[in-house]
């Protein structure tokens, strides 16, 4: 099981980014997985999770409206699609293989490590 982030980057206030994860070992209908971010001086947090095993995906209140999470299966890849971004965006992304049951957990238990991340800088 590995997953790889990247697409972060420095953007300005109300831009749009699409960060990517490459997957491999395991298939998005095994395993639920989501996207976590941790500002700077703050606790890590749940943006996001998928499951396909129960037909739903979640997102916490801090994105809804403005980001958007898809799994493509034809290369293994998971998405986050960042629109309206706002310097309280600023973060580095996470994604992990979990239970989204976790979602409301800073660190939840998760298949594997966390990964290095993918710094998203937003500037106002």
């Known amino acids: 099981v590995q997953l790889v982030e990247s697409g972060g980057g420095l953007v300005q206030a109300g831009e749009s980014l699409r960060l990517s994860c490459a997957a491999s070992?395991?298939?998005?209908?095994?395993?639920?997985v989501g996207w976590w971010r941790q500002a700077p001086g703050k606790e890590r947090e749940g943006v996001s999770c998928l499951s396909r095993r129960k037909g739903t995906t979640r997102y916490g209140d801090a994105v809804k409206g403005r980001f958007t999470m898809f799994a493509h299966d034809a290369n293994n890849t998971l998405a986050l699609q960042m629109n309206s971004l706002k310097p309280e965006d600023t973060a580095v992304y996470y994604c992990?293989?979990?239970?989204?049951?976790?979602?409301?957990?800073?660190?939840?238990?998760?298949?594997?490590?966390w990964g290095q991340g993918t710094q998203v800088t937003v500037s106002s």
């Open positions: 992990v293989l979990l239970d989204c049951s976790w979602f409301t957990l800073n660190v939840p238990p998760v298949v594997g490590t």
């Open positions: 070992g395991f298939s998005f209908d095994e395993y639920d």
